[in-house]
């Protein structure tokens, strides 16, 4: 495998995946970290009346997402990736990238919902696996 997409989010990487990044990029794998802001404006217009959040807010909280998980694999000896903040919904944002990288897998972890919450408010994972034409490697 020569180029891996790892999607983070807020709280970055967990043991497990970032011990499997770690070895992907061991054996020589360029990892390609990325984070998405849920809106393509950056701002969700209630979201921003109701708590007064502007958009710098939500770019501030994805650069700060994408900086401690840089800093994860960095730390972990891993120098062989690039990053982006990308924009729009998480689950077709990270299978367009995949696709347009040219990735070879996409190494995502699940946050663990329970069934009904699965169901009631659907998973980002559960999308990506069923809808990804690049390999997908979920992490529990």
């Known amino acids: 495998m020569k180029k891996i997409l790892v999607p983070v989010a807020e709280g970055g990487l967990d043991a497990a ?3 499997l990044a770690k070895e992907f ?3 020589g794998a360029q990892l390609h970290v990325v984070t998405v802001l849920p809106y393509s404006n950056l701002s969700h217009p209630q979201l921003t009346h109701f708590v007064g959040t502007e958009s710098k807010a939500f770019m501030d909280v994805a650069e700060e997402i994408m900086a401690a998980a840089v800093k994860q694999l960095n730390e972990a000896g891993v120098t062989n990736l690039t ?3 990308l924009k729009g919904d998480p689950a077709s944002v990270i299978i367009d990238a ?3 990288e040219k990735c070879d897998l996409i190494l995502i972890h699940t946050h663990g919902m329970g069934v009904v919450k699965r169901f009631t408010v659907g998973s980002v994972t559960n999308t990506i696996v069923h809808h990804a034409s690049t390999p997908v490697l979920v992490v529990k």
């Open 17 to 19: 995946t970032l011990g």
């Open 25 to 27: 990029a061991g054996a």
């Open 83 to 85: 990053s982006a903040i």
């Open 98 to 100: 995949a696709d347009s």
